[in-house]
């Protein structure tokens, strides 16, 4: 099976910008979250969609949004960029069902420059 | 979720097993042990899970000790690839109602030739 897959891998902006990221799961997986990396606070959690629908949300502001479709693919939009939105952006995808099943298998990741 | 605890730091000479401890004293009783790593840059990789019995797989071992409050990664053989950072998260499982994995600092594993 094909692994998680992201799109771009790098990507610069300007304050001010928009920017969409999109992620692919593996195939069969329902669930996509989406981690924030940066070097001063880690892996932060942004938020998780189950079958289209957000189930779980991080402590982030409403700048950051998302979305899942049908093939369970999602996106994440970031608006109104800041410089301390630079950072890696990881997907993760599971089964999403209970258990065992919510294993996280992560992406390459975006690497994001805001200039 | 439950805090995890895990040392900043380990060497490891190339050959030898690598053992990775981590403690995670608050955890409850539906809560699993994951260990991801995180090679520099890239995206973590799963190495492995436990709710309560010891797991081994073609990657490394997981030890959680009877109580439960603590366990070690175990990579038996460790290689130069081997170095990144490993992470030690306690998830509970809570069905439909969410999946998220709280990431602490990890332990920056360098393994040397």
């Known amino acids: 099976k094909a692994g998680v897959t992201q799109t771009p891998r790098y990507l610069i902006k300007t304050r001010g910008q928009q920017v969409t990221l999109s992620c692919s799961p593996i195939?069969?997986?329902?669930?996509v979250s989406w981690y924030q990396q940066t070097p001063g606070q880690g892996l932060q959690f942004l938020f998780e969609y189950f079958s289209e629908t957000q189930r779980n949300k991080g402590n982030f502001p409403g700048r950051f949004s998302g979305r899942q479709f049908s093939n369970s693919r999602s996106e994440m939009n970031v608006s109104t960029l800041e410089l301390g939105d630079s950072a890696l952006y990881l997907c993760a995808s599971s089964l999403g069902l209970a258990g065992d099943q919510e294993t996280q298998y992560f992406g390459p990741g975006t690497r994001l420059l805001v200039l | 979720d439950a805090k995890t605890t895990q040392p900043p730091s380990m060497d490891c000479a190339e050959g030898r097993a690598a053992n990775l401890p981590c403690n995670h004293s608050t955890i409850s009783g539906n809560e699993y042990v994951y260990w991801y790593r995180q090679i520099h840059s890239q995206g973590p990789q799963y190495i492995i899970h436990?709710?309560?019995n010891n797991e081994t797989n073609e990657m490394a071992s997981l030890i959680i000790t009877e109580d439960r409050k603590s366990s070690t990664l175990i990579l038996p053989h460790a290689t130069l690839r081997d170095t990144a950072v490993y992470y030690c998260i306690v998830r509970e499982s809570k069905g439909y109602t969410g999946n998220q994995f709280y990431f602490g600092t990890g332990t920056s594993l360098t393994v040397i030739p």
């Open positions: 436990g709710l309560k």
């Open positions: 195939s069969g997986h329902r669930s």
